[in-house]
């Protein structure tokens, strides 16, 4: 710890901090344009001037100068003052006053600043800078013209999102920030750069003109896309989303990726329903919520016991909750969630515990098993924040080159399938040495010794990886203190191997990455439930999911909730309209099972219910009040389970290795104009 | 292709970063100029991105990014050859090779460049074509320096 002098106030603060953050902890308020805590300091804007009691320069930049014992720092003074006024004066030379068609103005740093040391004009003229505006790159507009130079895009690109797609081209007066040869941007569209513009050079297009940023309402939500969590902040005017921001605070700290950043507009397709829909003659039509509720009344009273549901891990715990209590209250039917958990339910057998986003930021060795940009880019960040700054090993396995690649100290390119032989092989390589941890094994764990016989059996170059790879990846591994291992969305087979891998070296948590937003809070509520009953079941209750036609053929009663009137839900006796859920309140549990908040951020289309509503109304009907949701605990680590496992013969399909695409293919992200427009 | 074993051979020698002006100088020395497919190259092989080669590049006058006459030109306007009328040496030049600005020749003979000093100001007005030098020049001679490179 060090202590300093702060405008008369000691302040004491960590080696290493910077003046910038001394102020900070002071309440001192310093400008910063090119300044942000995610980043390494740059010191290009010098806004940050403070003045400095003893040196010969006086002046210095306090973002990048680092804090010493003693120091007398003082904030503000007639002098800085002036420096500032000029620092600002000189940036006006080349940012025109465009302020009234500036999709910026409101939340612009740099007019915040001007306004703030009120400089009303310039005393340096010079002819302002005519680049062509970047009209043609998809979903961001590159206005070069207001760039002010900080190099703040270029650097989240490069050091968070690890794209590096913009860069400082040119030099002195005609320096800018440019991509090769003033090409349009083929990235991966998160957005970040956005954000992190303190003026209106990067903008997003699809809130180009759309309102002034003062008259919009902020809602804190919860990304309806993966099941990384992020905080987001949704932002509306006349209960429309405009545009949606990344929150500072929050698991993801900052970062999105370009589904939550662009793929919202989602839920203003076209084909949403928009009225309960009645199949009468073959024909669906629509029909009052209470023509609709009375019919299902009246037929889910004659199937009693003879019902089963489905439920989309896309809803909240409190719709999840609520379905389950209506089946088994009122229906005394089944219920299971329509997407597979058997992955979770894996992960509770081998005892292991959910692992967080914090930890891989502090992993000093990672096993990466797929490639995150595609479905989880978020979590991504957290592996480049952990390589590219805290220097943390990069093991990549995976049948192709990823982008984290490149990152990797070691990459093992397996054949296709072989990622359950490949774990097998390490763990064989770890117990030959006799690397493992013991006494977490004799005290916590059961199960070794079968998974000792197995592994060991292991000999052959099965997963197409060579031996010496093989020991310098476990050796990498069994030496770090840290390590962890990122799945996402595996089979169960890949949880058990993966758990007893982290097992033998004494690790409890396992980062389990999914594509749906709620599928640990399904999980958590409902566990992995067989779907058998569907064949056996004489009515569906369908929501938010779907079934193939064979399924649903000669059932008596389908009634099907959902956003878009699907190919399952035309097969339906009933359709109701559900709301996103970006329209509703309620909880999301994330891959870390940290249960989130989400409001109401977009009103709902005229007509449609959120699933909430629909049962606890049909519930009301059939004279039954639900209970409410209560939180579940979490899962603690107890004891860990050794699962040997083998890989099975896998058939590989003719179209993999998969191409990388940078999003999957589902329900809402093709119905998104800005997701389908950047991944062509 | 003939040209990416070329390039590949130099790329060979990339270890980090702080290799990528040698290479970039050795390749424009081979290919002339650099050009889109070189970056290309260049990215796929060392990792970085484009616009990290790009802006490293633009950053130096050294590197070119338009193709280059077969015969470079170099136009000295130092101190000296500026008072000694390096100017209407240029204009002959310009007249006599019918080139604009930085472009080559149409028949892709020549290409001009002005360069600050060449550094042998006792012979100013001073011009350089590939690596031969030219002093003591008047407009009038710029006609016989040019017939050997055509």
């Not at chain 1, 013991?438 to 199960?447: L, M, P, R, V």
């Amino acid at each position: 710890m060090i202590t300093l002098n702060i405008d008369g106030k000691e302040i004491e603060i960590e080696d290493g901090a910077t003046i910038l953050e001394a102020t900070e902890k002071a309440g001192a308020n310093v400008p910063t344009l090119c300044y942000d805590k995610r980043l390494a300091p740059f010191g290009a804007c010098r806004i940050c001037l403070v003045e400095l009691e003893g040196t010969r320069t006086k002046f210095t930049p306090s973002c990048t100068t680092p804090a010493t014992n003693g120091m007398v720092v003082r904030t503000t003074s007639p002098a800085l003052i002036k420096a500032r006024r000029t620092i600002l004066e000189l940036l006006l030379i080349n940012h025109p006053l465009d302020c009234p068609v500036c999709d910026k103005a409101g939340e612009c740093k740099l007019q915040d600043l001007v306004y703030e040391y009120g400089l009303s004009e310039n005393r340096f003229k010079k002819d302002m800078s005519n680049l062509p505006i970047d009209y043609k790159s998809p979903l961001i507009e590159r206005n070069l013209n207001r760039c002010i130079l900080c190099g703040k895009c270029a650097r989240i690109c490069d050091e968070i999102q690890d794209v590096a797609e913009v860069s400082f081209v040119n030099r002195g007066m005609k320096a800018k920030i440019g991509t090769d040869f003033d090409r349009s941007l083929d990235c991966e569209f998160c957005g970040q750069c956005i954000d992190i513009c303190p003026v209106g050079a990067l903008t997003s297009k699809l809130f180009k003109f759309k309102a002034r940023v003062w008259e919009l309402t902020d809602k804190d939500i919860i990304c309806p896309y993966c099941n990384v969590g992020c905080n987001l902040t949704a932002r509306s005017r006349d209960g429309r989303i405009l545009k949606i921001d990344a929150k500072e605070s929050g698991v993801n700290e900052g970062g999105v990726c370009v589904k939550g950043h662009f793929g919202f507009d989602y839920i203003y397709a076209e084909d949403r329903l928009t009225q309960p829909l009645i199949k009468n003659n073959g024909k669906l039509i629509p029909s009052s919520w209470d023509e609709a509720f009375n019919l299902m009344v009246s037929k889910f009273s004659m199937l009693k016991g003879q019902v089963g549901m489905l439920v989309s891990p896309r809803l909240t715990n409190e719709e999840i909750y609520t379905a389950k209590e209506f089946m088994n209250n009122l229906l005394e039917g089944h219920i299971a969630c329509a997407e597979g958990l058997e992955h979770l339910s894996a992960l509770s057998e081998t005892g292991l515990s959910l692992g967080e986003l914090k930890e891989i930021k502090n992993s000093d060795c990672i096993m990466l098993f797929a490639c995150l940009s595609e479905t989880n880019p978020v979590a991504g960040i957290a592996i480049n924040y952990a390589v590219k700054r805290k220097e943390a090993n990069l093991i990549v396995i995976s049948p192709i080159k990823i982008k984290e690649s490149k990152l990797a100290k070691d990459e093992l390119l397996i054949a296709p399938g072989q990622e359950i032989t490949i774990i097998n092989e390490i763990m064989a390589e770890i117990i030959r040495q006799n690397w493992q941890d013991s006494a977490f094994i004799n005290d916590c764990t059961e199960g070794f010794e079968p998974l000792k016989e197995q592994v060991t059996r292991y000999t052959e170059e099965g997963s197409g990886v060579s031996k010496e790879a093989i020991l310098s990846a476990a050796r990498l591994y069994v030496e770090s203190k840290n390590p962890c291992i990122i799945l996402s969305s595996p089979t169960p087979d890949l949880v058990r191997v993966a758990g007893s891998l982290l097992l033998l070296k004494g690790k409890t948590r396992l980062h389990l990455l999914g594509k749906r937003s709620n599928e640990v809070g399904a999980f958590d509520i409902l566990g992995d439930r067989d779907r058998a009953f569907i064949s056996s079941a004489r009515g569906l209750f369908l929501i938010g999911s779907e079934l193939p036609n064979e399924a649903l053929q000669n059932k008596e009663f389908i009634v099907v909730s959902d956003l878009y009137l699907t190919e399952t839900a035309s097969m339906a006796d009933v359709v109701l309209p559900a709301t996103a859920s970006l329209e509703k309140k309620g909880t999301f549990t994330n891959f870390e099972g940290r249960i989130q908040q989400t409001d109401t951020a977009s009103n709902p289309p005229c007509g449609a219910k959120s699933d909430l509503e629909i049962i606890s109304q049909i519930a009301l009907k059939m004279g039954f009040e639900l209970p409410k949701f209560k939180e579940i605990e979490k899962r603690e680590f107890k004891k860990g389970n050794f699962l040997p496992t083998q890989a099975k013969d896998i058939k590989i399909s003719s179209d993999y290795p998969l191409r990388q695409s940078r999003f999957h293919s589902g329900k809402i992200s093709q119905r998104s104009k800005a997701l389908m427009e950047v991944s062509k | 292709m003939i040209w990416h074993i070329k390039i590949d051979e130099i790329l060979s020698s990339y270890k980090d970063r702080s290799d990528l002006i040698p290479i970039l100088q050795r390749l424009q020395e081979k290919m002339g100029w650099l050009s889109t497919p070189v970056l290309q190259r260049i990215e796929e092989k060392t990792g970085l991105s484009g616009a990290e080669i790009f802006g490293v590049a633009t950053f130096y006058a050294q590197f070119r990014f338009k193709p280059q006459g077969k015969n470079l030109i170099k136009v000295c306007h130092g101190t000296a050859c500026h008072v000694s009328g390096v100017e209407k040496i240029e204009e002959a030049l310009r007249q006599e090779l019918a080139v604009k600005g930085d472009e080559p020749t149409d028949d892709g003979l020549f290409s001009l460049e002005r360069i600050a000093c060449l550094g042998c100001c006792a012979l100013a007005p001073v011009i350089m074509i590939n690596k031969k030098c030219y002093g003591k020049l008047e407009p009038n001679k710029i006609q016989k320096v040019i017939k050997d490179y055509k």
